[in-house]
């Protein structure tokens, strides 16, 4: 998402300033093109007021050559004409572009500037679009007023001006593309140190690696060696933690063995609740020495346990010990291997089995799926187990959960089972669900990672 943020944002700011340059650019090159147009007319237009006189009759003459062939070439949109303004002047002079045609009407609104010129856009005789540039000027006495009208095609104008915009996007275009593949190049290439402390890192939470191999950027190699000093600080925090549980565990076996014992030689009912609470003591311990294996153990490459095999023996060894009871089992048809170690596993299953038969009326199911291809569960399997027996209600199914909670004291044990499986999953990064299952009793459903 960061390399998308990233290259998003640089391109659309490469966009939106590729698209500025370019409507600023189209702008100045109109009005320089404006102005440059009018500067031409304003030209033709006093070359052809210096061309013309009027003689002693009042008759319009001169030969006008205003250096341009378009006023020759008929309709060219570039036209000049020489009309009376006063009774005192006749005749009419116009270019020869205009042929045969009649210039354009003179509107009536347009008022002139201080310098008696004025002007205004028509339709030409051609229907295309001109720019006229008008001025009266006297010639001679006796008010002798003659308007001059220079015309220019406003319409090859904008079609030039439109020109130059399409190839000006155009070029615009085809750099814009350039230097946002080159800017995405650049990125995804600077990116690219960080992707490989990424999959650097996920080797490590998948076992495969111990620590961030170079080498790297130099601006990266800081973060790497802090990370790799963390990564090491942490392991010898864990390697601590498990070993004090496991020296307190240890010199806690024989004193309760001692305590067992005696409870056993008292006999009576104190001594088996002597007995009895050392044991449950014992599994607790047990239980924690256990839970410190699979922490400091938990994604090492050193533990990959087949799940179809494991499953398959447990089941033989359940169906054995309850043979009163039906026990259906299904397992994958492809060969799942579990990223863990396989006391964990056979610690999973074999309490939720032996949970399942404790509390069966007649019939255990238990089934292996290999969920890795549905979305949201990809590179994991489950494992079902279902009994027909009064199962839990919803409401206190999380009661279960907790370490030596028991809904149903007629049963015997110490409440440890079902607390035991949800520490282990835990550890695996899994899930557990308890469900109502379709044969009435418990639905277990373990959700964990494949190898």
Sequence with gaps: MVTFRVVAFSSIWAIIALVVIATV???????????GFDSVLSAHLFNLIASVSASDSGRLSGTPNLGDLRFSQPLSGWYWSVEPASEALRNR???????ASLPPDVPANVPFDDNFQREYVVTGPGGEQVEVLEAEVVLGEDERIARFRVMGNLSELEEEIAAF?????????????GMIAINVIAILLALRPLRSIRRALANIRAGSAERLAGPFPTEIAPLAEETNALIENNRRIVERSRKQVGNLAHSLKTPLAVLMNEGDALGGGRGRLIAGQAEAMQKQIDHYLQRARATAQHGTLSFRTPVNATLARLARVT??????????????????????????????????LENAMKWAHSRVVLSLNDISGEAGSEGRFSIVVEDDGPGIPPDQAWQALKRGRRLDETK????????????????????????????????????????
Excluded: M
Aim: net charge negative.
């Design 25 to 35: 650019s189209s702008a100045l090159f109109r009005q320089v093109s404006h102005r």
């Design 93 to 99: 002079l116009y270019s020869p572009s205009l042929a």
């Design 165 to 177: 915009t399409r190839r000006l996007f155009g070029y615009l275009t085809i750099f814009g593309v």
């Design 319 to 352: 169906a054995k010990l309850n043979n009163e009871k039906q026990f259906d089992v299904s397992l994958a048809d492809v060969d799942l291997v579990f990223a863990g170690e396989r006391e964990d596993l056979e610690e999973i299953v074999g309490n939720l």
């Design 412 to 451: 015997p044990g110490t409440g440890l089972g079902l607390a035991i499986v949800a520490d282990l999953i835990e550890e695996y990064n899994g899930k557990l669900a308890l469900e109502r299952s379709p044969l009435g009793g418990l639905k277990a459903v373990v959700t964990l990672w494949c190898s």
